[in-house]
């Protein structure tokens, strides 16, 4: 069953953060919701991992688990192959929140969170 819920996300990288309050829509596999700048945002489980996406500006594609992964950022016509770890992912009744890095072969490139606040539901 689909949930409709209230959120506060907070997207932030290391020089960037972009907060904002939206609708976020959540079964029990899947959370997706729409950011303030209009980028549809979408975090999938399967086999123990999550999937993350974001369409808009730039596409992203990136899998967070206990194993490095590899994630696609494209913007434009350039396409990147970042290597991505998973520092920290926890989900609860109360939200979803993520630390992972980009990395460069094991160098840092950065270090990013994803914070997913719900502050009420409705049944869809």
């Known amino acids: 069953m689909e949930k409709q819920r209230k959120c506060h996300v907070?997207?932030?990288?290391?020089?960037?953060?972009?907060?904002?309050?939206?609708?976020a829509t959540e079964s029990l596999n899947a959370v997706s919701f729409t950011s303030a700048k209009g980028e549809d945002?979408?975090?999938?489980?399967?086999?123990?991992?999550w999937r993350y996406q974001k369409?808009?500006?730039?596409?992203?594609?990136?899998?967070?688990?206990?194993?490095?992964?590899?994630?696609?950022?494209?913007t434009g016509s350039h396409t990147l192959i970042l290597h991505v770890k998973t520092v920290a992912f926890e989900r609860?009744?109360?939200?979803?929140?993520?630390?992972?890095?980009?990395?460069d072969q094991e160098d840092i490139i950065s270090t990013h969170r994803i914070s997913?606040?719900?502050k009420s539901v409705q049944e869809a």
């Open 55 to 74: 369409w808009g500006e730039a596409y992203v594609d990136f899998t967070f688990s206990n194993q490095p992964s590899e994630g696609i950022y494209r």
């Open 10 to 23: 907070k997207i932030e990288t290391e020089d960037v953060t972009e907060a904002f309050d939206t609708i």
């Open 116 to 118: 997913i606040d719900y």
């Open 92 to 103: 609860n009744t109360e939200g979803i929140h993520i630390v992972y890095q980009l990395l």
């Open 41 to 49: 945002h979408q975090l999938t489980a399967f086999e123990g991992t």
